[in-house]
């Protein structure tokens, strides 16, 4: 499956953004979804993951309560929406997909294809 993220952008402290990841060539609901994210110097560290139905969801103890996943799969598409924003959470957002009807995992290692990254920036 070929993925791709977007929607990053630069906002402030306490702000919100809402990335997208839209997927093509191949049946997109056969597919969980995980999101990534590197900052600079650092590895690439798991964020949030959904399932290939929606039916079951995780975010790392870093961003839960701020960012919801969630996906419509009649439109390839899995959102993370983004609030309260820290400046920790900048970095370069990557979307991966893994053919599995399973739960999901924040695991870089577990998935198999990869989108292009998105950059996020939080600075005021």
């Known amino acids: 499956v070929q993925l791709q993220a977007s929607g990053g952008g630069t906002v402030q402290p306490g702000g919100s953004l809402r990335l997208s990841c839209t997927a093509s060539?191949?049946?997109?609901?056969?597919?969980?979804i995980g999101w990534f994210r590197q900052a600079p110097g650092k590895e690439r560290e798991g964020v949030s993951c959904i399932s290939h139905n929606g039916g079951s969801t995780y975010h790392t103890s870093a961003v839960k309560g701020r960012f919801t996943i969630s996906r419509d799969n009649a439109k390839s598409t899995v959102w993370l929406q983004m609030d309260s924003l820290k400046p920790e959470d900048a970095g370069v957002y990557y979307c991966?997909?893994?053919?599995?009807?399973?739960?999901?995992?924040?695991?870089?290692?577990?998935?198999?294809?990869w989108g292009q990254g998105t950059l996020v920036t939080v600075s005021s």
């Open positions: 060539g191949s049946i997109f609901g056969d597919n969980a």
């Open positions: 991966a997909a893994r053919e599995i009807e399973a739960a999901c995992s924040v695991a870089a290692v577990w998935y198999r294809d």
